[in-house]
């Protein structure tokens, strides 16, 4: 993997910081073993593992690869999640990273990385569902044990790893056929009560990408809570998701952003010395414009059109055909703001995303 001079620059800042908190090691408080599913992880030790997805009627049974670093001094238990959909590899191999650099004899709290949610996805190389169920994890939550094995990872991620934990960070990429700009976090301004929109929001700053997005919605129950991160707020824990790359790519400028935030978070958290770089001017995405195809067919997106740009609405997005290449529809931006995500590879069905628009927040400072 390329390690971009900037994250060498901050995890060399990191080692340093590491090092100098040394010094202040004696004022802590010593942390205690962590149970995660049947593991036991000793102060200042670190797990290297997988928790078993068991198989239901299918007779699909799943594992889920996890590394605990269970730090020498008592704090917060962080969780990263990364591979909730399988084709999305830079926040995976940001996670690759950070579990090699991350030392628990000089950390304050535990560090949960979860490397790959959805091992069928990763292995399979589906986009959005995973390939013997055909379910999008990322819509399957709570879960459950006695259904498919989407479901039953969800399942396994919820009872073990999210209610383990006092933070999550749920980490994504624009999918296979997704373009992305730029990198975000988002959180939930509405769910889970005052005090964990507080905390959310709170890290989604600290994680210091320019642009921070308010996801709407509140949810009345853990069932109606089938996002990951949805499901971790409705539960009472604070998260945010985060996205960071597109169509499969895997260039440092797409897995960098992941590996400094998570560090900021760290720093936000006093799980490691050191302030978190956040940005002074970050520009908040208040809401977001799905736009849907109303046709299955051929999508050919116009070359003109790039994530990231700020798109007038009724700009020429592309062109819907049938599949002998008859035009369906000419698709136009349905409103003005920032083209987050915007699909660029042919395949199209009735009822999928086109594009994602973000509305700019009237107020910046919320
Ligand atoms: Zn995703």
Do not use: C
Request: glycine share 10%; proline share 4%; no cysteine.
């Amino acid at each position: 993997m390329r390690i971009g001079i900037g994250v060498l620059r901050k995890v060399l800042g990191f080692s340093l910081l590491v090092l100098a908190s040394m010094a202040q090691a004696q004022e802590k408080e010593a942390n205690l073993a962590f149970e995660i599913s049947d593991v036991i992880v000793q102060a200042g030790e670190t797990y290297r593992g997988s928790i078993h997805v068991p198989a239901g009627d299918d007779e699909i049974e799943s594992k889920i690869p996890i590394t605990v670093h269970n730090g020498t001094y008592s704090g917060p238990t962080l969780t990263l999640i990364a591979g909730i959909h399988g084709s999305e590899y830079a926040p995976i191999l940001a996670m690759q990273y950070l579990a090699r650099q991350i030392d628990p004899t000089h950390l304050t709290g535990t560090i949960v990385i979860v490397h790959i949610a959805n091992l069928p996805a990763f292995v399979g190389r589906t986009i959005y569902f995973g390939p013997n169920d055909l379910k999008n994890l990322n819509r399957s939550f709570p879960g459950s044990l006695n259904g498919s094995v989407t479901e039953r990872i969800a399942f396994v991620l919820t009872q073990q790893i999210i209610k383990r934990s006092d933070f999550v960070i749920d980490i994504h990429a624009g999918d296979g056929n997704e373009s992305l700009r730029p990198s975000y976090s988002a959180y939930y301004a509405e769910a889970g009560g005052e005090e964990v929109i507080r905390l959310s929001r709170r890290i989604a700053i600290a994680f210091g990408l320019k642009t921070i997005v308010l996801f709407s919605g509140s949810y009345d129950s853990v069932e109606d809570a089938i996002y990951t991160s949805s499901q971790a707020v409705t539960l009472g824990i604070p998260a945010i998701d985060v996205e960071s790359g597109e169509r499969g790519l895997i260039d440092g400028q797409y897995v960098d952003p992941i590996t400094v935030g998570v560090i900021n978070v760290m720093r936000e958290l006093e799980m490691i010395d050191g302030s978190p770089e956040s940005n002074e001017n970050s520009l908040f995405i208040s809401d977001r414009v799905r736009l849907k195809s109303d046709h299955n067919g051929i999508w050919s997106p116009d070359s003109l059109v790039k994530t990231g740009d700020y798109i007038n609405a009724g700009t020429r997005l592309g062109v819907i055909s049938d599949y002998h290449g008859s035009e369906l529809e000419t698709i136009t931006a349905p409103e003005s703001g920032v083209l987050l995500v915007f699909i660029v590879t042919p395949p199209i069905n009735k009822g999928e995303d086109i594009a994602v628009i973000g509305k700019l927040s009237a107020e910046r400072d919320l």
